[in-house]
């Protein structure tokens, strides 16, 4: 009942910066928790940020933190990803997820909704 759709993917240079976005349709409730995840070539999905409904509390993987930022657009539907100084171990399909409630989750069997993820290429 609730639709995820990711969009910003795309192909860039190392040292490059992307902008993911993650709009959110149909029955859903603003206050769900998001997240982020990525799923690498050969490897499962892993978590890679996840942000509450108030926006202001956030987690990150630790190779991630400090160049990725996670933000919400309540309003809009809509959560962001901007990924910046990426570098080839960034590759993967990145996928949009949403809890049925608020509370943190930063595993894969805690989210309820998913996107159909968007690829993202980061050339050497």
């Known amino acids: 009942q609730v639709q995820l759709v990711e969009s910003g993917g795309g192909l860039v240079q190392a040292g490059g910066s992307l902008r993911l976005s993650c709009a959110a349709s149909g029955r859903t409730f603003g206050n769900n928790y998001m997240g982020w995840f990525r799923q690498r070539s050969g490897k499962e999905r892993e978590f890679v940020a996840g942000i509450k409904w108030s926006g202001s509390d956030v987690h990150y993987e630790d190779s991630v933190r400090g160049r990725f930022i996670i933000s919400r657009d309540n309003a809009k539907n809509t959560v962001y990803l901007q990924m910046n100084s990426l570098n080839p171990e960034d590759t993967a399909v990145y996928y949009c997820?949403?809890?049925?409630?608020?509370?943190?989750?930063?595993?894969?069997?805690?989210?309820?909704?998913w996107g159909q993820g968007t690829q993202v290429t980061v050339s050497s």
């Open positions: 997820a949403a809890r049925r409630y608020i509370l943190e989750a930063t595993t894969r069997d805690g989210f309820d909704y």
